[in-house]
């Protein structure tokens, strides 16, 4: 999600993953192209696979998958990711699951996590994962990898993604995985991950979700879209979640943005948040917006978008399993206060919250500084441990 990043964040945040260079955009795109007669099949089957450049920290193998999912509609989709596998052989009971989610990386089909060289440095303590025995399945949600719009912050959209990657990743018969999984996620990914928690039981009940974690989550999308904005990263994000929204209405831009305004949009909600030079050029298109009001609505006040926000907001389904939230008391992109919220609703829903307050954390390293504290509580579950909980504390 990450609605406001500054891009002092930003470039802090690329400059620790080392992120390179986009892949060419022929062969891979190529490989994620799909016919429609590859499409329809059970959710969760892989329609192709094929080796990681770079692979897994450690000596564990990568690949890339396109595999099968549900849309918006309950129509058969396409979906990509990768798979992370440990090195030596699997254990009898096989290995447990982590589905990573992605914070937001942009909503064009370019801006797939999977497409980039160095996609396990993308995803902080991977190496950790591996070392501990886990597989980790790394969904880049519906159209992104794809050539269909991504339904930016689509809770369940992202959810059905996260659950056929684990499903598809247990097709893979050298990774040994089980069907125990938890999920973690960070912002747009915080979201996708709690929404997770809501629909496992009933979309994917092959599945054992044994957790769900969370580092600055998109929860109250309506509070959250009016606190960011206002600010500088709020409007690239803003724009970048109105591009999504009217295409997958149906409604024109016109209706939306500022005529003088169109063209900067343009060129800012099609960009990916990938690399410094994105950042950069991220900010020299998206002047005219910061400029003055580029939207000719509100759209916390006006439909279709109030809608949006509304039914992709969490919490209107309890989630029946222990949840782990990481928020930093510097975020700015995130209110800490709103997380906090979320959280109480959680616990009177009688979910067992371990809610981590992480103090002086901006809303880029909310899980750098997580995710060792998040592995330890996922080790718990699925031990059988008793979940912590910070409820009533």
């Not at 090195?87 to 699951?97: C, F």
């Not at 938890?182 to 994917?204: C, D, E, N, P």
């Not at 409007?235 to 500022?258: D, F, H, Q, Y």
Request: glycine share 12%; with cysteine.
């Amino acid at each position: 999600m990450a609605f406001s990043l500054s891009f002092r964040n930003l470039l802090c945040l690329f400059g620790f993953l080392t992120i390179l260079t986009v892949l060419g955009a022929g062969p891979v795109a190529a490989l994620y192209d799909v016919t429609p007669g590859e499409i329809p099949g059970k959710p969760g089957t892989v329609i192709r696979v094929w080796p990681l450049e770079g692979g897994g920290p450690g000596g564990g193998e990568a690949f890339r998958i396109l595999y099968r999912s549900t849309g918006l509609r309950g129509e058969p989709i396409a979906v990509s990711g990768a798979v992370f596998l440990p090195s030596g052989p699997a254990p009898a009971g096989g290995r447990e699951v982590i589905a990573y989610a992605h914070p937001t990386s942009g909503v064009m089909p370019q801006c797939a996590p999977s497409l980039r060289p160095d996609t396990a440095g993308m995803i902080w303590g991977l190496g950790q994962m591996l070392q501990a025995g886990y597989v980790v399945a790394a969904t880049d949600y519906p159209g992104l990898g794809t050539n269909t719009m991504h339904p930016y912050l689509y809770g369940v959209s992202e959810a059905r993604s996260v659950l056929d990657s684990v499903r598809a990743a247990r097709s893979l018969e050298r990774g040994g995985a089980s069907d125990r999984f938890v999920v973690w996620g960070h912002s747009q990914g915080g979201q996708a991950a709690l929404f997770t928690g809501q629909i496992a039981a009933s979309y994917a009940p092959d599945l054992k979700l044994m957790g769900v974690a969370a580092a600055a989550p998109a929860t109250y999308l309506l509070e959250l879209f009016e606190d960011d904005y206002h600010d500088e990263g709020g409007k690239i994000l803003t724009a970048m979640a109105l591009l999504s929204w009217s295409r997958i209405k149906g409604v024109p831009l016109k209706n939306v943005v500022e005529p003088q305004a169109m063209d900067a949009f343009m060129r800012t909600a099609e960009q990916c948040l990938e690399s410094p030079g994105d950042a950069l050029s991220l900010q020299k298109d998206a002047k005219p917006l910061q400029a003055g009001g580029f939207l000719k609505i509100d759209p916390v006040k006006t439909e279709p978008w109030r809608s949006i926000m509304e039914e992709n907001s969490t919490g209107k389904q309890r989630i029946p399993v222990p949840v782990f939230i990481a928020q930093g008391t510097a975020d700015t992109t995130v209110n800490p206060a709103v997380t906090k919220q979320y959280g109480g609703v959680l616990c009177k829903q009688g979910t067992p919250v371990h809610f981590v307050e992480m103090p002086g954390t901006t809303h880029t390293f909310a899980a750098k500084n997580s995710v060792s504290a998040a592995l330890q509580w996922m080790e718990g579950r699925f031990r059988g441990a008793p979940a912590p909980s910070s409820c009533g504390g």
